[in-house]
């Protein structure tokens, strides 16, 4: 008998290895669908989970900023103004910590069958998705209760739901990277997510930050992401620049290609490392 070595090999040209993305768009569906499955098969109230999160944190964020603190909300009901921040941040926070241990999870995947590793951290994408479009339903029902609807500024959304988008598949793809090679870093992830949501604006409005510092607090990119979406669902309502925009997609476009780049690099190891 004739001993052999399987060798798992990925497309070794930039253009064999996108092109290979489409051809296993299947399995990015696939993973997605497990993972969904996974999360609320076996769950007591379902997918209700994806709406009891962001709705105690909406309720303890206006108590604490809006009642206790008393701090401006610019005309608009206080848990309308909290949970418009509260859906892009929970999609950043939630997929930025199931994007860093996607590789670990799958380690079973990576040593016996040859697809794009990028399809792994791709898929909780979607599962992050779901979570959010079944959380914007409260901000629907917080419109109508308080009577208060979008206008032409919404056409805008979708603009800085690309820029969320790019915030945390490019962070992601470092941090996964990192995980691989350091599981220190899965346990980092909240942390580094419990920081965040107090120097970004997600539960007060960036008009109580002093004028001296506002240039350097945008430098947060998700301080884009958040008030953009404030200002597309609330009138215009948000502390939105084209200027910062525009330094935070170059800075958000230069961490998703550094990101890929050493993903590329690193990813004909991973079946080793894990």
């Known amino acids: 008998m004739t001993d052999f070595d399987l060798v798992i090999e990925s497309g070794k040209h930039a253009r064999t290895y996108w092109a290979d993305i489409w051809r296993y768009r299947e399995l990015l569906f ?7 499955l996974v ?11 994806a709406l009891t999160q962001p709705l105690f944190t909406m309720v303890v964020f206006t108590v604490v900023f809006g009642k206790l603190a ?25 997929s930025l910590g199931e ?17 794009p590793r990028i399809i792994i951290p791709a898929s909780t994408l979607l599962v992050s998705l779901v979570d959010f479009l079944i959380a914007s339903l409260i901000l629907v029902a917080l419109f109508v209760w308080y009577g208060m609807y979008p206008d032409w500024h919404i056409v805008a959304l979708p603009a800085f739901f690309l820029l969320a988008l790019l915030c945390v598949f490019g962070l992601g793809l470092w941090l996964t990277i990192f995980n691989v090679k350091f599981r220190d870093f899965r346990i980092a992830v909240p942390f580094i997510v419990q920081a965040g949501v107090f120097i970004s604006p997600v539960g007060f409005s ?20 958040i008030e953009g979406f404030r200002w597309s669902l609330l009138r215009g309502d948000g502390q939105v620049t084209l200027p910062h925009v525009a330094v935070s997609f170059a800075m958000l476009i230069a961490v998703l290609a ?15 490392v894990i």
Request: glycine share 6%; proline share 5%.
């Open 30 to 36: 696939f993973l997605s669908w497990r993972d969904l």
């Open 39 to 49: 999360r609320y098969k076996q769950s007591a109230i379902g997918v209700a989970w």
């Open 70 to 94: 008393k701090l401006p909300a610019g005309g608009v009901p206080y848990p309308i103004l909290v949970f418009a921040a509260l859906l892009p941040w929970q999609f950043f926070a939630n």
């Open 99 to 115: 994007i860093t241990g996607s590789l670990v999870a799958n380690s079973n995947l990576l040593s016996k069958v040859y697809f």
């Open 206 to 225: 960036s008009t109580v930050i002093a004028s001296e510092w506002r240039e350097v607090y945008s430098l947060n990119p998700m301080v884009q992401v």
């Open 258 to 272: 550094g990101g890929l780049w050493y993903f590329r690099r690193n990813e004909r190891t991973f079946a080793d």
